[in-house]
């Protein structure tokens, strides 16, 4: 589902993102992404968001070649994304049921599917009861849960967390750690981008390292994955 061969990323000042990282993650994979601060993990991430362009390498995400994408395919392409960011990203003068179905109306969704796949989607992550409420009513947890529900309302292929528990306190961590794979589990690829070890080491999926720009490491359950390093 996505591949990266030799993936560069040079910005204008001259600082190396990337450096001739090559990575490849299947269909349905639950995937974290670790490294310090600087590594390159965001930069990793703003690509295969196609925020950003590669300087040398392909990136290949499906049927797309996000090197060679025109900017009329990166609507229709980040459709099959759900983001989920640390800083929840919820509006604050909507609801929580009109922050998830704000996902649904920009790409032009129906009324009467928005009244009914949001209900759904709110059940899935626990957040039935918090319909009418505002983020500013909600704690942190509970925003992450409702940012959660938007990225998935539309039904994505891939969820990108980008540090996902940053802003939150260990139990809800943990909580919406358990919600991501419960939606790996339904078939979806998900990448977490993290600094927490403890959960990395808890939850015992693939772990892709990243340092200095370049994948040092990647193991499953302990074992290498054959990384091109």
Do not use: C, W
Request: charged share 25%.
């Amino acid at each position: 589902m996505i591949e990266l061969k030799n993936v560069s990323k040079v910005y204008p000042n001259g600082t190396v993102a990337l450096d001739k990282v090559n990575l490849r993650i299947q269909d349905g994979e639950f995937v974290f992404v670790v490294g310090a601060s600087g590594a390159g993990k965001s930069t990793l991430m703003k690509l295969l968001l196609r925020e950003e362009t590669p300087t040398e390498g392909d990136i290949f995400v499906d049927e797309y070649d996000l090197g060679k994408m025109t900017d009329k395919k990166i609507p229709f392409y980040r459709r099959q994304l759900g983001m989920v960011f640390q800083d929840f990203r919820l509006f604050p003068n909507k609801t929580v049921f009109e922050n998830v179905a704000f996902a649904m109306r920009v790409v032009g969704e129906p009324t009467k599917n928005i009244r009914r796949r949001v209900p759904t989607i709110l059940n899935t992550v626990n957040l039935q009861d918090k319909v009418k409420s505002y983020p500013r009513e909600l704690s942190g947890g509970e925003q992450q849960r409702v940012a959660l529900a938007r990225a998935l309302v539309n039904n994505p292929r891939m969820i990108i967390a980008d540090e996902p528990t940053g802003n939150i306190d260990p139990k809800m961590s943990l909580e919406i750690m358990n919600l991501l794979v419960k939606i790996h589990n339904l078939g979806k690829t998900v990448i977490v981008v993290t600094h927490e070890k403890g959960l990395v080491d808890y939850f015992k999926q693939r772990v892709v390292t990243i340092q200095d720009g370049h994948l040092v490491d990647d193991k499953i359950g302990g074992m290498f994955n054959n990384a091109q390093i």
